[in-house]
């Protein structure tokens, strides 16, 4: 048990280092970073706070409490995973907005320039 | 105006150009190279059609609705998509034509089950297009014969809706329930599919597979999304 929990505050520090060297080198924007620093912060707390640990596990019923601290990794990760596909999905919209955008009005500024080149001419 | 999406289709697309602007040399034909990596988007300039080139591979539907969106802008009445690998004859645009004319539909789709035929597809493929016209049937109120066919016709009408929103894979069933969904209507008129004139179909046994779940679910999101707005407008 004590192990568990050793691993995952580890696991949870390592997961915060990751996120603040990543925003330091501007690899993710901020507001993607919420997220995986609330995740970290959850691991490191319910890793070191057993009183709360021992509250999760009988509120979701369970006997053993690396069941109950499994079970909340899972649900924060779940529920990070689920923010980001909603994100990807909006950026994938605006995305093939912009190209199509981006390709009408090249063909448009090229039949322009074809107009202006036969009127010189 | 008739356009024609196309994705590696080098080997095809120049004869497809050709043969649509022998038949109909004052229609402008518009190419919607979506990306290729070989020498699709210089074949069908030299063919003589005009080519709109996506910077970024965005996939069919994608492909398709850019080609609708410009075709929008310009303010074409009727667009005509006809595919870039030559299964589908252009000795029917004028039947299209006629129809969308003629009759009050947004869309008309050239069947190739219309008269019993319907040669060149695979057999998971003919066992989704079955799936699809007992699924279709009850949502759309009538029934299709040939849901997955790519050659169809549109009027302005369905040209706002479809520049709006497109689905982007898979898009020709998607795309009959969006119009529904509109109180749009369509029609089927027979029509017979050739061969592929060059390369590979990228539609295998595994992708129809895929495809069908794709489609299925895409279905029911857009009756689901129709469903919602009418209950928060009553």
Redesign the interface.
Known sequence: MTHLLNVVSVAGLVLLAAVLISLRKSHIRVEHSVSWLAAAVALIVLSRWKTALLWLTGALGVSDPPVALIMMIFCVFLVVLYRFSAIISELKDA??AV??R???L??RLEALDHERQQALH | MIITPAFNEEGAIGAVVREVKSLFPEVPILVVDDCSQDGTRDAARLAGASVLALPCHLGLGGCVQAGYKLAFELGYDYVIRIDGDGQHDPAYIPKILEALRNSPCDMVIASRFFDGGGEHTNWVRAIGIHLFRLVLRPILGKPVRDPTSGFVGVKRSALAVFAASFPLEYPEIEALVVLQRKRFTFQEIPCRMRPRAAGRSTITPVKSLYYIIHVLLGVFVNVLRFEGRRRRRQ
């Open positions: 995305n093939i190209t199509q981006l390709a009408i090249e063909y």
